[in-house]
């Protein structure tokens, strides 16, 4: 079974289009993380959300959004793509109240603007 | 702001050798610190967290330690196999969420 899953795993979309990229996580985790890795390799994170709380990374063009129809779904929704945001995308979940904060992610999406 | 450095972005050892990966960070002590493993393609992959009150942890051959004086964490894997082959990554505690390094390239040559 697959912890955090991501769909999809590679999204090839032209400038100015509006796309989605979908996360589901089966652990019962009250907290879920998007991130983004750029060619650089750098993990940055963009949004932490759980039931109580959304926080944005200030530096998060405010074109992405999360959505969250429920605890075990955090979808990123990304408007008006431009090229800089190609790069790979990683969701992740955690369990806050535990005190540990592991975090286990996902596979990944690749997203590459033309 | 919160700023973490690893000090190799590689780093090719022989197998049976231990590999000592180094974090530093700058500005505010978190409550604690968390190494991962990344394979290419895949997401990270959480190894070991460490407490600002513990000085040492061990899995299996992996081992982390924490300086809060130094501002410092040391990760080490001893006997150390190609499978061992990965990017490793520290991530810092900063207001419940991480931020991480970005990461070192470990080369484990038979």
């Known amino acids: 079974d697959t912890a955090v899953s991501q769909t999809p795993k590679y999204l090839v979309t032209q400038m100015g289009n509006d796309k989605s990229i979908k996360c589901e996580q089966n652990?019962?985790?009250?907290?879920m993380y998007w991130y983004k890795q750029d060619s650089k390799k750098f993990l940055k994170i963009m949004f932490s959300?759980?039931?109580?709380?959304?926080?944005i990374n200030e530096t998060v063009p405010n074109r992405f959004s999360p959505k969250s129809p429920d605890k075990a779904h955090l979808n990123l929704h990304i408007n008006s793509l431009e090229l800089g945001d190609s790069a790979v995308y990683f969701c992740?979940?955690?369990?806050?109240?535990?005190?540990?904060?592991?975090?286990?992610f996902g596979p990944g999406t690749r997203l590459t603007v033309t | 702001s919160q700023k973490i450095e690893q000090n190799s972005e590689a780093l090719n050892i022989q197998e049976g050798k231990t590999a000592t990966l180094t974090c530093n960070y700058t500005?505010?002590?978190?409550?604690?610190l968390q190494w991962y493993r990344q394979d290419p393609g895949r997401g990270p992959v959480f190894l070991l967290l460490?407490?600002?009150?513990?000085k040492e942890k061990r899995k299996e051959r992996l081992k982390v330690t924490f300086d809060t004086t130094l501002k410092q964490s040391l990760f080490h894997i001893t006997a150390s196999q190609p499978a061992d082959s990965a990017t490793y990554l520290c991530?810092?505690?900063?207001?419940?969420?991480?931020?991480f390094g970005k990461g070192t390239k470990l080369s484990v040559k038979p």
């Open positions: 500005n505010y002590s978190p409550a604690y």
């Open positions: 460490i407490r600002e009150n513990e």
């Open positions: 991530a810092l505690e900063s207001q419940g969420n991480l931020i």
């Open positions: 959300y759980n039931n109580k709380e959304l926080i």
């Open positions: 992740a979940s955690s369990q806050r109240d535990y005190h540990t904060y592991e975090q286990y």
């Open positions: 652990l019962g985790h009250d907290t």
